[in-house]
Structures are given as structure tokens and as C-alpha cells.
């Protein structure tokens, strides 16, 4: 079954303690990107990935990272989270950056900073 | 710069009244226009896309949009709502180009009353 797998599904943490949120995809998909949604905001972009060792900011990336050492894994770091942080984060990937109807999402990360 | 405005960040209907929820676009070249809906707990699924074939598009579940060039809209409209459809919906804007990015709306959510 084609998916992006996202854990934890829940994190509850205190200020500046690092933490890592995965992202997996099992569809052989170039693109990835990583999106926070908060009330009357909506989705907005942190960073995103058009291949393996090429990545981008997106609208809102101050205060996170990212990696892509791997096609299939696009990992999300925040090395001293804030409350500011605190948000619904969801992974999403795709063919190629561009193909938006193929556009698949994980089942998103709820993160409380403390 | 694109950019996507949806009017109302809540609708209230009755079950099997019409839906409408509005969306206005701005794009300096032709669009690509995407509506996504959001159901408790999980990710954004694709409900229908235009990509300047036909304005009329027809999506998931009996929804459809209108793609109006004059009015830069494409509102989102089913004709009888049910239950199942109360979730939270966004348009989005992307520009015909390989290496476009895609712009998110605020969202709507759609309640749907008994």
C-alpha cells in the first residue's frame, strides 16, 4: 500500500530538548516536504526535498532542519523547540516537484512544546 | 506571486442542502487550482484538480468546482450534503511550470448539521 508513514503520531515536550519527527515514504517519489498547520493559518511550508541531498527552504523554516541522505526518508530536526513550535506537522511527497495531483500525505505529527 | 483566499473559515449547512465554499485565486500566469479535504485525524486527500482543460471539474464523493478566469474563482459545490462530508477543506494554487511550489488556503471547515 502506497503511504507516507510519519511518527510520533503525538509528541509532548518541554523547551529547547531536540527532538526528530520521521518521515517515510514507500512510493519511489523525488519530492518531499514538510508543512505546519495551525487555526486559521492553514498549511504553510517549512522545507521541502526535489531529490536525495538537495533541499529548500520553504515559507516558515526558522528554527527547523532538515535532512535527505535517503530517497524514501525526509526527516524533520528541532534542535531547541519553542513554544512558538508548538503545531499539527504533516509530511507529504510526490513524483516531482510540480506534480501536485499526486501529492500524498502522512497522517500528520501533533507536537506540544512546553 | 500566487496566492489563494477562501471566504469564511466555517460553513454551516443542513444535511442535504448544497455546499458552496468560495475560492478566489491570484496568479500573474495560467493556474493550476487543486481542492483537498481533511477529515479528523489524517492527512490531506486530493478531492479535484484543474489543469486548463475543462472549467467544469468533477471530483470525489459528487463534489465539483468551476473554474471562472473572469472572476479568478473556483468554488467548490456539492448539491446535497451528507454527513460524512463535515471536514475541513482547502484550495490550492500552483503555476504551470515543472518547478512550481504549491500555496495553500486557510481552509474551510464544513460542518454539517443533522
Not at chain 1, 523525488?30 to 536525495?52: A, C, K
Not at chain 1, 534542535?79 to 506537522?89: A, D, I, R
Not at chain 2, 496568479?27 to 478531492?47: A, D, E, R, T
Not at chain 2, 518547478?99 to 481552509?107: R, W
Amino acid at each position: 500500500e502506497a503511504q507516507v508513514t510519519q511518527n510520533p503520531r503525538y509528541l509532548i515536550t518541554v523547551t529547547g530538548k531536540k527532538l526528530t519527527v520521521t518521515c517515510s515514504q514507500n512510493m519511489n517519489h523525488e519530492y518531499m516536504s514538510w508543512y505546519r498547520q495551525d487555526p486559521g493559518l492553514g498549511l504553510r511550508q517549512i522545507y521541502y526535498s526535489m531529490n536525495v541531498e538537495v533541499t529548500d527552504k520553504g515559507d516558515v523554516p526558522e528554527g527547523y532542519k532538515v535532512s535527505r541522505k535517503e530517497k524514501r526518508n525526509f526527516p524533520l530536526i528541532l534542535e531547541s523547540p519553542s513554544p512558538n513550535q508548538t503545531s499539527l506537522y504533516f509530511c507529504a511527497s510526490s513524483p516531482g516537484q510540480g506534480v501536485w495531483e499526486k501529492l500524498f500525505f502522512g497522517s500528520g505529527t501533533q507536537l506540544s512544546v512546553l | 506571486a500566487q496566492s489563494v483566499t477562501q471566504l469564511g473559515s466555517h460553513v454551516s449547512v443542513s444535511e442535504g442542502a448544497l455546499v458552496l465554499l468560495r475560492c478566489n485565486y491570484s496568479s500573474s500566469v495560467p493556474p493550476y487550482l487543486f481542492w483537498y479535504v481533511q477529515y479528523p485525524n489524517q492527512g490531506l486527500q486530493l478531492l479535484l484538480k484543474y489543469t486548463s482543460a475543462a472549467t467544469l471539474v468533477k471530483g470525489i464523493n459528487g463534489f465539483e468546482a468551476e473554474f471562472k478566469k473572469s472572476e479568478t474563482s473556483f468554488h467548490l459545490t456539492k448539491p446535497s450534503a451528507h454527513m460524512s462530508d463535515a471536514a475541513e477543506y482547502f484550495c490550492a494554487v500552483s503555476e504551470d511550470s515543472g518547478y512550481s511550489t504549491l500555496t495553500f488556503g486557510k481552509g474551510t471547515m464544513l460542518l454539517v448539521s443533522p
